[in-house]
Each structure stands twice: as structure tokens, then as C-alpha cells.
């Protein structure tokens, strides 16, 4: 049934004629590749399956996913101290945006939209394309540091609060609870990532993970 689905999916597609052109019609390894008019590329593998990759996978191969760490390194964040990551957006286009936490000592984190907090005050960090293949960069800003009070952190301006959890030592938080959240983020904001730390000699470490789409 999957293969006459996939025939009447490729009847659909402008196809060249494999007899007009056979460049547009190769094998890679046991896999067909054909190739249209418009250079849009479809590949079936030796069982007749159609073969497909997620979103990610596919901004990866586009050069349009990257990744911005922060980490503590001399692993001297005390009780009350804080480690942050900010994230501004560009008007376009629209950024896709998950993190990851991870720490030796129990700690919370906390994931606002529009602190009110002096951001470019925070050390620039640039974000790592993916696809190292890619000159591709990212709008996205990326700012971090070891303690809110260079950017004016205090309790009554950190913004509206997107999500919150806490990690005990040697887990890791990504975006939600279940680790599955994935933000669509507003065009031109400013985002804050932030850990409060409750025990002494805690070690931690930020991941953005920021992929760009026009949907």
C-alpha cells in the first residue's frame, strides 16, 4: 500500500523524463534520487519508502541551527548566586528557541520574556552554526554572565515567566519539565535564561539551542 502511495505522490511532481535527461535519475547506494526541473530533491530507498528528516535535522543541513554555550568554569558559584543567558530576537525571521541546563548542585531555573534589564551590559556571545560546513550567521544576540547585578537583575524586572523548574545534581532541565517545549519567540525582544543557585561550589552549565524559520 506505501509503495502505490508514493508511485501516485511521484505521478504529482514534475518529474523530468528519465529518457530526456537521466542525470536527473541517479543511485546512491541502493537509494534513488530524483531530481525535478526546479532542483528539488527526493530520495527512495531499496524497500520503496519515501525518505524523510524532522525540522531540525532538516535547519541543520540549511545551515539555519545553532548553538550558544555558557559555562562556569572555575566552578565557584556560591548559594545565591546567579549565572543568566540573554537572547534577543531580530524583526526576522522567526526564531525557534529551547535550552538546556545542566549542574552539579541543585539549582532553579527560570526562562522570561522582556526583562526590563540592561541586556548589552552582559559579555556578547556568538552562536556556533551547526552545519560547520556553512558560512551561515544568525541574528539572534546572545549575551551572558555570572552575576545579574551587571545588568541591573533584581526581582521586579525580570519579565513575564515562561517556564520554571529545578535541577538537582547531575540532571539536566530542557525548556519544560518534560523537555519537550520548544519556544516560537517574539520578533525583537529580549529574552532572559537565568539559575539561581542554592548550594556553595556549583558548577553549571547554559545551552541555547536557536534554529531560524519564516513560518
Same mark, same amino acid.
Given at each position: %500500500?506505501?509503495?502505490?502511495? /508514493?508511485?501516485?505522490?511521484?505521478?504529482?511532481?514534475?518529474?523530468?523524463?528519465? #529518457?530526456?535527461?537521466? #542525470?536527473?535519475?541517479?543511485?546512491?547506494?541502493? &537509494?534513488?534520487?530524483?531530481?525535478? &526541473?526546479?532542483?528539488?530533491? %527526493?530520495?527512495?530507498?531499496?524497500?520503496?519508502?519515501?525518505?524523510?528528516?524532522?525540522?531540525? @535535522?532538516?535547519?541543520? @543541513?540549511?545551515?539555519?541551527?545553532?548553538? !550558544?554555550? @555558557?559555562? &562556569?568554569?572555575? +566552578?565557584?558559584?556560591?548559594?545565591?548566586? $546567579?549565572?543568566? %543567558? $540573554?537572547?534577543?530576537?531580530? !524583526?526576522?525571521?522567526?526564531? @525557534?528557541?529551547?535550552? !538546556?541546563?545542566? #549542574?552539579?548542585?541543585?539549582?532553579?531555573?527560570?526562562?522570561?520574556?522582556?526583562?526590563? =534589564?540592561?541586556?548589552?551590559? !552582559?559579555?556578547?556571545?556568538?552562536?556556533?552554526?551547526?552545519?560547520?560546513?556553512?558560512? +551561515?550567521? $544568525?541574528?539572534?544576540?546572545?549575551? #551572558?554572565?555570572?552575576?545579574?547585578?551587571?545588568?541591573? =537583575?533584581?526581582?521586579? +524586572?525580570?519579565?513575564?515567566?515562561?517556564?520554571?523548574?529545578?535541577?538537582?545534581?547531575?540532571?539536566?532541565?530542557?525548556?519544560?519539565?518534560?523537555?519537550?517545549?520548544?519556544? /516560537?519567540?517574539?520578533?525583537?525582544?529580549?529574552?532572559?535564561?537565568?539559575?539561581? =543557585?542554592?548550594? +556553595?561550589? $556549583?558548577?553549571?552549565?547554559?545551552?541555547?539551542? /536557536?534554529?531560524?524559520?519564516?513560518?
Amino acid at each position: %500500500m506505501r509503495r502505490i502511495l /508514493i508511485l501516485l505522490l511521484l505521478l504529482c511532481i514534475p518529474v523530468v523524463s528519465l #529518457a530526456e535527461d537521466k #542525470a536527473n535519475y541517479q543511485w546512491r547506494g541502493r &537509494d534513488v534520487i530524483i531530481t525535478d &526541473d526546479g532542483g528539488t530533491r %527526493m530520495e527512495i530507498d531499496p524497500l520503496g519508502y519515501l525518505v524523510v528528516m524532522d525540522v531540525e @535535522h532538516h535547519k541543520i @543541513h540549511e545551515g539555519e541551527f545553532y548553538v !550558544a554555550l @555558557h559555562i &562556569d568554569n572555575d +566552578n565557584s558559584l556560591s548559594a545565591n548566586d $546567579t549565572l543568566f %543567558m $540573554t537572547i534577543t530576537t531580530p !524583526a526576522s525571521p522567526n526564531i @525557534h528557541f529551547n535550552f !538546556a541546563v545542566t #549542574a552539579n548542585a541543585g539549582s532553579e531555573i527560570r526562562f522570561y520574556e522582556n526583562p526590563t =534589564i540592561d541586556v548589552a551590559a !552582559a559579555t556578547a556571545i556568538t552562536p556556533t552554526n551547526c552545519n560547520r560546513q556553512s558560512s +551561515n550567521t $544568525t541574528d539572534v544576540l546572545v549575551r #551572558a554572565d555570572e552575576t545579574g547585578g551587571s545588568v541591573g =537583575i533584581t526581582t521586579a +524586572n525580570l519579565g513575564t515567566l515562561l517556564a520554571a523548574d529545578e535541577v538537582t545534581a547531575g540532571n539536566k532541565i530542557t525548556g519544560s519539565a518534560r523537555g519537550d517545549t520548544e519556544w /516560537i519567540l517574539k520578533a525583537s525582544e529580549d529574552y532572559l535564561l537565568i539559575v539561581l =543557585i542554592d548550594n +556553595n561550589n $556549583t558548577h553549571v552549565a547554559l545551552s541555547a539551542v /536557536i534554529y531560524e524559520s519564516d513560518e
